[in-house]
């Protein structure tokens, strides 16, 4: 077992330059709370950590099965809706609004998936951007129970200390993580839906000519992004301790989109890289809008993105990864930049 | 009451329609949904409360000044900043709504988030009929209809109009034929630009200027050109009248309810999704057909 370990780590992690910084930066994610536990480091990089699973559960329906959603929102909003009003008129607690929550949110994803299936390229998209727009309205009409603007605040907190919340989260977002990258590997042996979704997204009708049951597998991508950005939602509301009609807006399902393309779709860092350079950095940088940078904070964002999309448009994590790790062009094994031949069938790479 | 909804439908569906059509000329072109379509809406609007407002010119010249340079700032946007990445779908669509967030922000910064509002370009009243209609509303659907029909001349009889048909149907076969694509999409990106600057003109001294403003009208125009079907043109103006009674009609029938006007226009989209997948007068694309 050991031994087995030892293997992976010297073969299968060291060789990898990409899969050391993973590593590296996700141990260090978890010290942070012992070299800094002020309120303000951890609740930014608390929230930081659901947005990661928010935009990553987008990447995998939209960038994975290539079922572009623009109403990303409409999960996270309806669970963080179903939490508060749990809460506010049964009292429940976070173990038992947290499920409820994510599952309001799965079953959203099967509903909203129904005329998803009819419809396909921009008209889903701007169909599904809708859907959250058509939920503010109501929330909007139905003020005495909702809240209207105000929201529901009021909301108990994950944990009695800041570092509890702050572990609670980053360990459900590795854990998100992990799940989401290993249901969309498309090399794996065992689970088989990384690689129907790319093979929904590059050619539909070449799927189900090979015998694939495309619409399960549409549902199955609404499932699971339902229920992941849903379980960033129920967290996110736990952990700011209010819901407001921000939750549902445009721009939060923009924010979704924003980290993923500008991370890299399609490649389950990308969006984690992302997050914590769009929103975490820039949040630490603008001190809590205590100076220019805080203050102009979605300006400065967006010429960044502007201009990342300039000069990289495939985004950040896939322009790092292409400069720092190489594919043998016999085995399509990955290698580190500083080799000239493959290490494993010594072909050599260009 | 009723003739109140006729005139708020043709008012604020003259309006969606200029920017539907622009829109839809640019989704069918270049396949890129533009984001910040009404975010150039948007700086129109601003620029004319500035030029009458703050430098104190007088309508004529503002107009004159204005349109041409947000036309010119949107043919340079897709110029730099479309044009290099159009081959990488998500990117455009993020680039267009870092664009967008880009203008909310600036004007946020130079103008404040307050609320606005200009004098109307023209005053006084016009009985029709017994009813008196605001000349502001009057000048409003006069300048839809005038600027639609060129719109509708240029597509339909010039060659430039032919170039851009066919480049909608069918880019490469466009570029054999002798057509610079490019350039067809550029001109195509003017005259959109054109359309959004012209109904944020004419409109500004009825809505509000604020920096949000763009927000509410991109979704009706997205709803409208989904339910007229994307890239046609016809589907977007009657998409932009049936969105717009809709939408008028829950404002006047149910004012305390007005948050609905979102909701009930979108449920029509859905309706007519739901009975015609490709909306009412869809285009059907090669690479998009089921």
Not at chain 1, 322 to 347: Q, Y
Not at chain 2, 111 to 133: A, C, N
Not at chain 2, 172 to 180: H, P, R
Request: contains cysteine; glycine residues 10%.
């Amino acid at each position: 077992m050991l031994r087995r370990l030892f293997k992976d780590f010297r073969f299968g992690l060291l060789p990898v330059p990409g899969r050391i910084i993973a590593i590296v930066f996700f141990v260090a994610l978890f010290i942070i709370p012992l070299i800094d536990d002020s309120k303000y480091t951890l609740f930014v990089l608390t929230t930081s950590s659901l947005l990661v699973i928010f935009a990553v559960s987008w990447d995998l329906l939209s960038g994975y099965s290539g079922q572009v959603n623009f109403g990303h929102a409409l999960f996270f909003g309806v669970s963080a809706y179903s939490v508060a009003l749990l809460h506010k008129y049964f009292d429940l607690q976070p173990w038992a609004t947290i499920p409820i929550g994510t599952l309001v949110a799965v079953g959203i994803g099967v509903v909203t998936s129904i005329p998803a299936l009819r419809l396909r390229g921009p008209y889903l998209s701007l169909l599904t951007m809708a859907f959250p727009l058509m939920l503010l309205g109501l929330v909007m009409a139905f003020k005495p129970w909702t809240g209207g603007e105000f929201g529901i605040p009021g909301i108990p907190p994950l944990a009695g200390t800041h570092v509890g919340e702050y572990y609670i989260c980053l360990i459900v977002m590795t854990v998100s993580v992990l799940i989401m990258w290993k249901l969309t590997d498309a090399g794996s042996k065992y689970i088989r839906t990384g690689l129907i979704f790319h093979a929904i997204r590059e050619d539909e009708i070449a799927a189900r000519a090979s015998g694939i049951n495309t619409i399960n597998y549409k549902i199955l991508a609404f499932v699971i992004g339902g229920f992941f950005a849903g379980l960033a939602g129920a967290l996110y509301a736990h952990v700011l301790g209010t819901v407001s009609i921000s939750y549902l807006s445009m721009t939060m399902s923009f924010r979704a989109i924003i980290y993923v393309v500008f991370g890299g779709i399609v490649s389950i860092y990308g969006p984690v890289v992302g997050v914590y350079i769009l929103q975490t950095l820039l949040q630490f940088a603008g001190q809590a809008g205590q100076n220019f940078l805080g203050q102009n904070q979605i300006l400065i964002m967006s010429v960044i993105v502007i201009l990342v999309l300039i000069f990289m448009p495939e985004g950040v994590a896939v322009w790092i990864r292409d400069k720092i790790e190489r594919e043998c062009p016999r085995c399509k094994l990955t290698n580190g930049f500083w080799r000239k031949e493959c290490r494993a069938c010594s072909a050599p790479l260009r | 009451m009723i003739e109140q909804i006729i005139i708020g439908t043709l008012v604020t569906g003259g309006v969606y329609a200029l920017l539907a059509v622009g829109f839809s000329l640019i989704f069918g072109n270049a396949r890129v949904i533009n984001m910040a379509h009404t975010g150039f809406f948007m700086l129109a609007a601003y620029g004319l409360y500035y030029f009458i407002r703050r430098i104190g010119l007088g309508a004529a010249p503002a107009i004159v000044i204005i349109v041409p340079a947000v036309t010119l700032l949107g043919i340079l946007a897709y110029r730099f900043l479309i044009n290099p990445i159009r081959e990488h779908h998500a990117a455009v669509l993020l680039m267009t709504v870092a664009i967008v967030l880009v203008f909310q922000e600036s004007m946020t910064a130079v103008f404040s988030s307050k609320y606005w509002s200009i004098p109307s370009l023209i005053s006084g009243f016009t009985d029709i009929l017994g009813v008196s209609v605001l000349n502001q509303h009057l000048l409003v659907l006069g300048v839809v209809a005038v600027v639609i029909v060129a719109v509708w001349l240029i597509l339909a009889r010039t060659k430039l109009g032919i170039a851009l048909r066919a480049t909608a149907q069918d880019a490469e076969v466009a570029t054999l034929m002798g057509i610079s694509v490019p350039r067809t999409l550029m001109i195509t990106m003017g005259i959109a630009t054109f359309l959004a600057a012209v109904a944020a003109v004419v409109v500004a001294p009825i809505w509000t200027i604020h920096p949000a403003m763009w927000s509410l009208p991109l979704v009706m125009v997205l709803v409208i050109v989904v339910l007229g079907g994307l890239g046609s043109i016809k589907g977007a103006i009657i998409g932009a009248f049936i969105i717009a009674l809709v939408q008028v009609s829950v404002a006047i029938l149910m004012p305390s309810y007005s948050y609905l006007k979102v909701v009930f226009a979108i449920l029509a989209m859905v309706i007519v999704l739901i009975v015609r997948p490709g909306g009412l007068f869809g285009v059907m694309f090669e690479e998009e057909r089921l």
